[in-house]
């Protein structure tokens, strides 16, 4: 095995993990294609190139991305604390001087002595046969030339090449009065069954969608803001293949008011609790994660700006109060099905040294991105250390942190596996019931910064540190 560890891809996860693996003595060869080569979304020759939004969101705890902030602070994240000196104000959240952030990690990367930055596209015929450990975190734009190569050593002909996601809502927030547990044609109330019976053997049905009823009046009201509302503007180089891969609700919605009837809302096979009668429309909600406590919306696909998804879909019966921990997007984003491909610490479950970070992961977000990163950038560490070794101990994040919950989602197998954000429903539950959200936010972010802490002190990657960030 060669003595360094490769990174290809000098994003914001690229630059977290080589520094986590610079600063604990071990050199690193950091491949990024820039100045050569642009992708579409990027024109600045700097490192960790802020394309979209300067806000890395709220610093508050009782926001799921500020935990995972504090969570990365305590770390030792580079890119938060670069994120922390070049930050402007913006109230309860981080913002920064893009330019200034970038250019204050492409410093600290190309002053390290560990680091050696080849500005060249990373192109390897034989990369799952290199005896490297090697981190891939060539970001949502991937090159096409790389994607192959990618494509080859997670055996997947085709990789998820746009992000067409629809909106995901806790559970908990779900009105269950309006709504029901149901799978088609098994939940329909059939002429011949006693009512009462019918009624008891919906209570007591487990299925693999929550069901919400609409009447024509309410499928009309909702139909006509649907139409109305406002959409994002895709990028010239994104309108063509995504609308061809993917129809956005919103667009199928103005071929026709029946159009979405027919379509994902066919309310065929169901019956509605309140009129024991077929609902004029119904959307369906699949669940999302293992534990059951988030939901996706089923067919809502959709380019809507997040506020016009928060006050369209909120109109549908049983959605009043829902709770989005994530929205739908549509934009260019490859990534690999990590649910199948990869471990808890973004480990190639097929080829143990290769590893993956960033966006092509599946984590959605600049935090998230530095967050696996870090993960990954450890592992390696940890894998370098005992490379003469055939077991090596992985570093696993507690399932309570934000950060284990983030690399336990992208590697839970998930046949609707779709890209994820930081966000409270992916925690494992309290025990107690709070109605609260502030303080049950509260109390969930002490669990997890004590989690952090315990792994700190057990860990002796987080002790031996060889080169401390100044």
């Known amino acids: 095995m060669e003595d360094y560890i490769k990174v290809i891809g000098a994003g914001l996860a690229g630059c977290e993990a080589a520094y986590q693996i610079a600063k604990r003595g071990i050199k690193v060869k950091l491949y990024e294609m820039k100045p050569k080569k642009f992708s579409p979304a990027h024109t600045n020759e700097n490192l960790a190139e802020i394309v979209c939004s300067n806000s890395f969101k709220s610093n508050l705890h009782t926001n799921a991305c500020g935990l995972l902030k504090e969570e990365l602070r305590l770390l030792n994240s580079l890119l938060i604390k670069c994120a922390d000196r070049t930050s402007v104000p913006a109230g309860q959240a981080l913002a920064v001087d893009r330019e200034e952030f970038s250019k204050l990690v492409t410093d600290t990367i190309t002053k390290h002595n560990n680091i050696e930055l080849i500005k060249e596209e990373y192109i390897a015929e034989q990369l799952q046969q290199e005896d490297v450990i090697t981190i891939i975190a060539t970001g949502p734009l991937t090159s096409d030339k790389l994607a192959k190569q990618i494509s080859k050593i997670t055996g997947q002909d085709k990789l998820y090449f746009y992000d067409a996601a629809a909106p995901i809502i806790t559970k908990q927030s779900i009105n269950m009065n309006i709504a029901f547990e149901g799978n088609r044609y098994e939940q329909e109330h059939k002429k011949?069954?006693?009512?009462?019976?019918?009624?008891?053997?919906?209570?007591?049905?487990?299925?693999?969608?929550?069901?919400?009823?609409?009447?024509?009046?309410?499928?009309?009201?909702?139909?006509?803001?649907?139409?109305?509302?406002?959409?994002?503007?895709?990028?010239?180089?994104?309108?063509?293949?995504?609308?061809?891969?993917?129809?956005?609700?919103?667009?199928?919605?103005?071929?026709?008011?029946?159009?979405?009837?027919?379509?994902?809302?066919?309310?065929?096979?169901?019956?509605?609790?309140?009129?024991?009668?077929?609902?004029?429309?119904?959307?369906?909600?699949?669940?999302?994660?293992?534990?059951?406590?988030?939901?996706?919306?089923?067919?809502?696909?959709?380019?809507?700006?997040?506020?016009?998804?928060?006050r369209v879909f909120s109109m549908i019966p049983g959605l009043e109060q829902a709770e989005f921990v994530k929205y739908g997007v549509m934009h260019r984003n490859t990534y690999i099905n990590s649910s199948k491909l990869l471990n808890e610490t973004y480990q190639l479950k097929e080829n143990k040294n290769i590893y993956f970070a960033g966006q092509i992961t599946g984590v959605e977000g600049y935090v998230e991105s530095i967050s696996s990163g870090m993960v990954a950038g450890l592992n390696?560490?940890?894998?370098?250390?005992?490379?003469?070794?055939?077991?090596?101990?992985?570093?696993?994040?507690?399932?309570?942190?934000?950060?284990?919950?983030?690399?336990?989602?992208?590697?839970?197998?998930?046949?609707?596996?779709?890209?994820?954000?930081?966000?409270?429903?992916?925690?494992?539950?309290?025990?107690?019931?709070?109605?609260?959200?502030?303080?049950?936010?509260?109390?969930?972010?002490?669990?997890?910064?004590?989690?952090?802490?315990?792994?700190?002190?057990?860990?002796?990657?987080?002790?031996?540190?060889?080169?401390?960030?100044?």
């Open 192 to 310: 011949e069954e006693d009512e009462t019976k019918w009624r008891q053997r919906i209570k007591n049905q487990k299925a693999s969608y929550i069901n919400l009823p609409m009447n024509k009046q309410e499928y009309e009201a909702f139909y006509q803001e649907l139409i109305k509302a406002e959409v994002v503007t895709l990028h010239e180089f994104e309108k063509k293949e995504i609308f061809e891969g993917c129809m956005p609700i919103e667009v199928m919605a103005k071929r026709g008011i029946d159009t979405l009837r027919f379509g994902p809302l066919k309310p065929v096979g169901f019956t509605d609790l309140r009129t024991a009668s077929r609902p004029y429309a119904l959307v369906q909600l699949r669940q999302d994660n293992k534990e059951g406590t988030i939901y996706n919306m089923v067919g809502f696909q959709t380019n809507l700006k997040y506020t016009q998804q928060k």
């Open 380 to 470: 390696a560490v940890k894998q370098y250390k005992n490379k003469h070794r055939q077991m090596y101990e992985k570093i696993v994040f507690p399932k309570e942190t934000m950060i284990g919950a983030l690399s336990g989602y992208i590697s839970t197998e998930n046949t609707n596996f779709q890209p994820m954000n930081a966000n409270f429903g992916i925690l494992p539950q309290l025990k107690e019931k709070i109605k609260d959200k502030k303080v049950k936010y509260e109390k969930l972010a002490d669990i997890a910064i004590q989690e952090i802490n315990k792994i700190i002190q057990k860990e002796e990657v987080f002790n031996t540190i060889y080169k401390q960030f100044t």
